[in-house]
T-cell receptor, first 115, second 114 residues
Framework: GAGVSQSPSNKVTEKGKDVELRCDPI?????LYWYRQSLGQGLEFLIY????????KSGLPSDRFSAERTGGSVSTLTIQRTQQEDSAVYLC?????????????FGPGTRLTVT | AQSVSQHNHHVILSEAASLELGCNYS??????LFWYVQYPGQHLQLLLK??????LVKGIKGFEAEFIKSKFSFNLRKPSVQWSDTAEYFC????????????FGQGTTLQVKP
């Protein structure tokens, strides 16, 4: 079956611009996660959705970062006024439910480069 | 704070050598433990997981890991590596108080020479 998909696969943007990253989870998965993978910081949790609500936003690094999920499916991660330190691979994952007992399936990621 | 520490950043082995990647975590409660792997150019994928029961768990491609609660460790092993095992390996922890968020170790890059 179809896995988690993300778009775009690569995004180059100028410092100060806003970007939107999209994630399509596996159909039927109620939980959705965003992570960020960057040199020197490893893989960091950003935000978790259960359905359309986000009970855990603890990993968002600043108020320039926001995310939403609609229809219990697609999610968008928005970064406003991008900075060079935002350059990273942004990974989306989904799972059947939100507790830790369920495997998280990862997408291919969006590589964001801020120039 | 919860954390995961992987002992080796970069490991180079010859084919048929045995592999052991060390992982220790810091968390005071019940944990679920995972090893994820990222092959070159591919997505992160689950290698194996431990939730409860037998502390020795087996995963795909001949990998296994042993959970030692007293040592807060979850080391990954494979008796004989292949060139196709070249990848980055992540030890991952989910703490029982978490919403589902995973805590990743820094990753270990394994290079297997043919």
């Amino acid at each position: 079956g179809a896995g988690v998909s993300q778009s775009p696969s690569n995004k180059v943007t100028e410092k100060g611009k806003d970007v939107e990253l999209r994630c399509d989870p596996i159909s039927g998965h109620t939980a959705l996660y965003w992570y960020r993978q960057s040199l020197g910081q490893g893989l960091e949790f950003l935000i978790y959705f259960q359905g359309n609500s986000a009970p855990d936003k603890s990993g968002l690094p600043s108020d320039r970062f926001s995310a939403e999920r609609t229809g219990g499916s697609v999610s968008t991660l928005t970064i406003q006024r991008t900075q060079q330190e935002d350059s990273a691979v942004y990974l989306c994952a989904s799972s059947l439910a939100g507790q830790g007992g369920y495997e998280q399936y990862f997408g291919p990621g969006t590589r964001l480069t801020v120039t | 704070a919860q954390s995961v520490s992987q002992h080796n950043h970069h490991v180079i082995l010859s084919e048929a050598a045995s592999l052991e990647l060390g992982c220790n975590y810091s968390y005071g409660g019940t944990v679920n433990l995972f090893w994820y792997v990222q092959y070159p150019g591919q997505h992160l994928q689950l290698l194996l997981k431990y939730f409860s029961g037998d502390p020795l768990v087996k995963g795909i491609k001949g990998f296994e890991a042993e959970f030692i609660k007293s040592k807060f460790s979850f080391n990954l092993r494979k008796p004989s590596v292949q060139w196709s095992d070249t990848a980055e390996y992540f030890c991952v922890v989910h703490g029982s108080s978490n919403t589902g968020k995973l805590i990743f170790g820094q990753g270990t890059t394994l290079q297997v020479k043919p």
